[in-house]
């Protein structure tokens, strides 16, 4: 499929450049909604950083004692580049899920035409034998009752020949 590579690296690209803009517009978004900024950027941001701390540590091999200190979290703007970023990466992700899913949905829907359609010709086959069959049974039956048809008429043809020999005289020499 090397045709099918460049384009899908295409697509992807365009996803990504369209998925910039919309992150620029969350940025913009929760700098001016408190709602927007404390509801659905930050709280996403502040758990990915909790992971990746945790993940980085467990990485390093350094344990966290009870008496260490607790996983620091992100200040607001931190956060809020943090969270817009994801977002614009979760919108590429929903895109490329939703185009997969129409791709699968597509294929489907092409392979039940495909069988439907070959199930109709199998089906059809099938009616053709049948009459084919069906005839072939007339055509024996008929042919069965010319057989005894002609049995009918020979037998009556030497009935008469008999009857004829019979009623002719001889001849004498």
């Known amino acids: 499929m090397p045709v099918g590579f460049p384009i899908a690296k295409l697509g992807a690209l365009v996803i990504k450049q369209v998925a910039k803009p919309l992150a620029n ?7 001016n909604s408190h709602i927007f900024r404390t509801y659905v950027l930050m709280p996403p941001a502040q758990f990915y950083h909790w992971c990746e701390v945790r993940m980085k540590m467990y990485v390093m091999n350094i344990t966290r004692s009870k008496e260490s200190a607790p996983i620091p979290r992100l200040n607001e703007e931190a956060a809020i580049e943090l969270g817009a970023n994801l977002l614009g990466e979760g919108v590429i992700f929903g895109i490329a899920v939703a185009i997969l899913a129409f791709e699968v949905t597509r294929q489907k829907e ?64």
Do not use: C
């Not at 517009?25 to 700098?31: D, G, L, V």
């Open 110 to 173: 092409k392979d039940r035409k495909k069988e439907e359609k070959e199930a109709d010709f199998i089906n059809s086959l099938e009616h053709r034998i049948n009459e084919l069959a069906f005839a072939n049974e007339e055509l024996d039956t008929k042919l069965r009752e010319l057989t005894r048809t002609i049995y009918a008429t020979q037998h009556q043809l030497q009935e008469l020949t008999v009857l004829i020999k019979e009623k002719t005289p001889t001849p004498i020499k």
């Open 25 to 31: 517009i969350a940025k913009s978004r929760a700098k």
